[in-house]
């Protein structure tokens, strides 16, 4: 039986710095490629994995590639403690650790013949980026397709290289609380972004990964549009270290993140954010 503890040996392959404290990581394996499933993908979008260096630890992160790419997975490292300042130490060519994927992602079977709302903050869009590019790769599955993004400044916007191919599947809606001279976007509350779209509530899903007070204001940014709780779909974030439920680190509620999410219902974790 494999040890799904073991982490395997992945190779950095391009560092892609996108803000002041937050670097892209793309891995390739070492040995092989990634395991694909009967679907062609090796993880589902909003699942987590855990990554790493010997000697420093690991941390969890939303890839934030196409799950249909079985060379590599984009991780977004942000210096925050020990472990990512120990990566963002590392080079094109080092070695690092990768376990996973783990939990469960996004019921993307679910979403099919629905519009679809993604609302995401800051450093919470990697796992939305996953989720966008498969749904570009299945376009005709889904109705109408929106990105509804915030940062604090336009430098904060991440992956802004992939909003012009984005655009040419899903409607991108940016907005930044503290606007440069040049920023010709919106300015405000993500919440404000919901006048720019139009769906039908009953055909609608919504998806969301953020920091915990953009969490709390779920309620106002969904209720007025009229979307069930049983129709938003959370990526709830924690600090995980086993992965697999046998630490207890990770609990939200009565739910333990890394198996019975990262993604819950709205009602499950509601009160329940960092």
């Not at 869009?125 to 109705?143: D, N, S, V």
């Amino acid at each position: 039986m494999e040890n799904p503890l073991r982490p395997r040996e992945v190779k950095i392959v391009k560092l892609e710095k996108m803000s002041s404290n937050f670097t892209l990581f793309r891995l390739k394996p070492v040995d092989e490629k990634f395991p694909a499933d009967k679907n062609g993908m090796i993880f589902n979008p909003g699942q987590f994995v855990l990554a790493g260096a010997w000697g420093y630890g690991e941390s969890p992160f939303g890839p934030a590639s196409s799950p249909f790419e079985s060379e590599f997975i984009d991780i977004g490292v942000r210096r925050v403690g020990a472990v990512t300042a120990a990566l963002h130490h590392l080079q094109e060519g080092d070695e690092m650790t990768l376990r996973g994927p783990y939990g469960n992602g996004y019921p993307v079977g679910f979403f099919e013949g629905k519009d679809i709302v993604m609302v995401t903050g800051g450093c919470g869009i990697p796992p939305i980026a996953a989720l966008i590019e498969y749904m570009i790769a299945r376009r005709e599955k889904f109705g109408h397709v929106y990105l509804l993004y915030g940062a604090l400044t336009p430098k904060d916007l991440l992956f802004r290289e992939r909003y012009s191919a984005w655009e040419k599947s899903i409607k991108v809606l940016l907005t930044v609380d503290r606007p440069s001279p040049d920023w010709k976007g919106y300015v405000g509350l993500v919440s404000e972004l919901t006048k720019e779209i139009q769906i039908d509530p009953v055909n609608t899903v919504a998806a969301m990964c953020g920091p915990g007070p953009m969490a709390r204001a779920l309620e106002n940014i969904f209720r007025p549009l009229g979307i069930s709780d049983r129709r938003i779909f959370v990526s709830e974030e924690r600090k995980m270290s086993c992965g697999i439920g046998k630490c207890q680190h990770c609990t939200t509620g009565d739910n333990y993140v890394c198996t019975d999410g990262p993604v819950f219902y709205y009602d499950q974790v509601q009160g329940n954010w960092d």
